[in-house]
């Protein structure tokens, strides 16, 4: 993974952070030993070493199906298991939203799957989360990297079930069946997604160092799974956003683009970022390299244009090629790729943003602080000694 320079701002920031809180627990043992600790100031300490403990980086991936949005997570955090870890295919692959975490109370990595049948219920996501009797759990073998991406395939499993079922569910429209359309048949079974969502736990080290990936499945699921986009996608600091090149921007992404991705960038102020993906599908030997360049240049303009974004904020890649080239240590396959390109992009604006985050949440942490200090002058428990605070299935988890 020496060439991810993703993972080495992360890893940057994260000793960083490291610094930050040896330098401030050195710093409360000072006030200690000369007896200077007050009770506001011992809060102060308390609750900034507890932000940035608790502070993590959502990177949520957002694009119609098959524009390789999964691929993309291989290629940028997963290539260092020489494997395509997460299933990616041709057609509509993913089924469930998926969160890649680490889980720091967790004895070991697990892949943990919301059943679908909870559509059922009046109960969110981050309710359910809560609950971990209602989700069923899978062991993850760290150290085989063959098992990891076999179980890795329950995220892309569905049933047969009844049109009943189907509509109990809330996961039959009509209006979405072309078959429908055509013929004004309905169907007697319809295929769903097994799984309503997925949370995935296991020691890599960027997700150890805060990194929160949101993997989102393409077709209809901004529609069927409205915490998805009310909450979820909101709550993410960045949100890339995934094109392909050899169909250009159809009106399926334009629609996905316009009402749910575009808004976050308006109404909440998240970054986003355009992935143009599978540029390798223009690379043609009976083209010299400058005319290559060209033509994904000029999709690149044009991506903008539709989208009406910068042209910088556009990224032409090829995900595939890019995980093929660090999986081979094949240095000008990944250069040719385009992926490090992204990655830089990504790093920068991470750690950036992470470092800001952290250092704005503490004046109105601290008068919260103070004002708790005033009503319990005691002091609360001990920070976590792990470092990290609570992973996905706790309390803490801001979905
Ligand atoms: N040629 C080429 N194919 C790619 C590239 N990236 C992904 N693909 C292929 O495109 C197909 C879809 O990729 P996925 O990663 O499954 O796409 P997705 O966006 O996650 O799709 P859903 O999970 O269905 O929403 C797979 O067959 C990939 O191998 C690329 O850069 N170039
Ligand atoms: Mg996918």
């Known amino acids: 993974m020496q060439n991810d320079a993703f993972s080495q701002r992360l890893e940057a920031y994260a000793n960083w952070k490291t610094e930050v809180l040896d330098t401030l627990q050195a710093f409360q043992k000072w006030l200690d030993e000369h007896e200077m ?9 308390y609750e900034t070493m507890d932000a940035l403990r608790q502070d993590r980086l959502n990177l949520a991936f957002v694009a119609e199906f098959s524009r390789g949005k999964t691929e993309l997570i291989n290629a940028i955090f997963f290539a260092g298991y020489g494997c395509r870890l997460l299933p990616s295919d041709a057609g509509r692959t993913t089924m469930c939203p998926s969160e890649l975490f680490y889980d720091h109370r967790a004895d070991s990595a697990y892949l943990r799957l919301l059943p679908i049948e909870t559509r059922r219920e009046d109960r969110s996501i981050a309710d359910y989360k809560n609950a971990p009797e209602h989700w069923v759990t899978l062991p993850l073998n760290t150290d085989s990297p063959e098992q990891m991406s076999d179980t890795f395939r ?30 004004g048949e309905y169907p007697e079974q319809v295929e769903i997604p097994m ?55 159809t009106r399926s992404d334009l629609e996905m683009w316009e009402h749910h ?24 030997d009976l083209k010299d390299d400058a005319s290559v360049g060209q033509t ?104």
């Open 37 to 45: 600790d007050e009770g506001e100031t011992d809060l102060r300490i």
């Open 154 to 183: 329950e995220v892309i499993r569905t049933k047969t079930v009844k049109l009943e079922t189907a509509r109990e569910l809330g996961l039959y429209d009509e209006s979405q069946d072309s078959r429908f359309q055509k013929t």
């Open 195 to 249: 799984w309503r969502h997925a949370l995935i736990s296991f020691p890599h080290p960027l997700l150890k160092q805060g990194l929160v990936i949101l993997d989102t499945p393409g077709l209809n699921a901004l529609g069927n799974e409205p915490e998805l986009t009310v909450s979820m996608l909101p709550s993410a600091q960045a949100v890339l956003f995934v094109l392909a090149a050899d169909t250009g921007v």
């Open 261 to 284: 991705v575009h808004p976050l960038g308006s109404q909440h102020n998240k970054h986003l970022v355009v992935a143009l993906n599978k540029i390798d599908t223009l690379w043609d």
């Open 296 to 399: 994904i240049d000029t999709q690149r303009r044009k991506a903008a244009e539709l989208l009406h974004v910068d042209e910088e904020q556009v990224f032409p890649l090829s995900a595939l090629k890019g995980l093929a080239g660090k999986i081979r240590d094949d240095e000008e396959l990944l250069a040719r790729s385009r992926l490090p390109e992204l990655e830089g992009f990504l790093s920068n604006r991470g750690a950036a943003q992470q470092a800001q985050r952290a250092a704005r949440s503490h004046p109105a942490r601290d008068r919260r602080a103070a004002e708790r200090d005033a009503r319990h002058p005691q002091r609360p428990a001990g920070p976590d000694p792990q470092g990290i605070g609570e992973p996905g299935f706790a309390a803490r988890q801001e979905y």
